[in-house]
């Protein structure tokens, strides 16, 4: 036993996961595309594995259709003593597993809530997993010591383990993540109904756009696989979305039509703002920081010109008057010569952080 952990799988999350670990423990890398390893062994992300070295625990971030396969696999030539995995869905995989009819005492299910659009280990950071929720799954038969291996993973790697049953992970899941990549792909795949005026919307684009379609442009072939094994889960989310978007629809129908009574006294404006409220309500529910929300924050935009070296500038400037930067976004399109930074700052330090930087010389909006 000479390894600490086996990542097998050097995409995004194993990359990441390798980054995270490095001088906490001593890591082997496996994959079967020898690019990707490759590119994750340059990154410092561990050493490969030789096949035959034998591991404290292994980790199997492949996706999730791959998991029991590898699993199998690997538990023959008993590769480790410890087992997880990272995969989106739980409930799928660990009724596999069952039905494989193995030993799975010494095998976690665990999931970070974390990840980019950008997939591949170019794209792994090692700070990917910071604040972040990372969601451990147990099964029946679980030991304490191989939950407690797992934990110990998300924890170095700066993540918040919490314990939950799977199917009540999948459900969470399909209403924070999996729906949204639905409807952010529906949103971009609208930009395609009509070529000529998508050509010209795109010119006016913005953060809204930009924003809301993040994540549309996540690899098609995973997110395949992550619906199809969630897809109980998922469909009646998207059921209920596609007929809060039909009211709306009609509303904005009759918004078009003009004035009219309507006997039962509501009206499309009405109906409408009702879905903006609720969507304020809801939006102030999600965490933006360890638990933090929106509310506890505020932006702080700072106009720049479309020059080398701003947004080092201001964070410098920043820095110098104390000011802790939870977060920053720069809304820049191509061809425009400026730019904004968007500083987001606890709601406590706004005044100061306006005042501090306006006196730095930098020119802040609103």
Not at 239 to 260: H, K
Not at 281 to 294: E, I, N, S, T, Y
Request: net charge negative.
């Amino acid at each position: 036993m000479t390894a600490n952990l086996l990542i097998l799988g050097t995409g995004l999350i194993g990359t990441s996961i390798g980054l995270a670990l490095r001088g906490e423990a001593d890591v082997v890398l496996d994959d079967a595309d020898e690019q990707a390893l490759s590119v994750a062994l340059s990154r410092g992300a561990g050493r490969r594995w030789n096949g035959k070295e034998k591991v404290s625990h292994a980790i199997l971030a492949v996706p999730p259709r791959h998991v029991v396969p590898e699993y199998l696999r690997l538990r023959e030539i008993d590769a480790a003593r410890t087992w997880s995995h990272v995969a989106s869905t739980q409930t799928a995989v660990q009724r596999e597993l069952e039905s494989a009819g193995v030993q799975l005492t010494t095998f976690c299910g665990s999931h970070p809530m974390a990840g980019k659009e950008q997939a591949g280990p170019k794209a792994a950071a090692a700070d990917l997993f910071q604040g972040r929720p990372w969601a451990l799954c147990p099964g029946p038969t679980t030991t304490a010591r191989t939950v407690a291996a797992t934990r110990l993973i998300a924890e170095i790697c700066g993540a918040e383990p919490l314990v939950l049953p799977a199917p009540e992970h999948d459900l969470a899941v399909a209403l924070v993540s999996h729906l949204p990549q639905v409807a952010a792909s529906a949103v971009a795949a609208a930009l395609l109904n009509d070529p000529q005026a998508g050509a010209a919307a795109i010119r006016l684009a913005g953060p809204g756009l930009q924003d809301t379609t993040r994540v549309a442009a996540g690899d098609p072939e995973l997110w395949v696989d992550v619906l199809s094994q969630n897809a109980a889960a998922v469909a009646p989310l998207v059921r209920a979305l596609a007929l809060e978007l039909a009211r709306t629809a009609d509303a904005l129908d009759q918004v078009a039509a003009g004035p009219r009574e309507d006997p039962a006294g509501a009206s499309p404006a009405e109906a409408l703002r009702g879905l903006l409220r609720r969507g304020n309500a809801g939006r102030r529910l999600v965490p933006l920081k360890q638990g933090k929300h929106d509310r506890d924050f505020t932006i702080v935009p700072v106009g720049v010109p479309d020059q080398p070296g701003q947004l080092a500038g201001v964070l410098h400037s920043a820095a110098e008057a104390g000011i802790n930067v939870e977060d920053v976004r720069v809304e820049h399109l191509v061809g425009r010569p400026r730019g904004v930074i968007e500083l987001l700052v606890h709601a406590s330090a706004e005044s100061h952080a306006r005042a501090a930087l306006s006196a730095a010389g930098w020119d802040v909006l609103g």
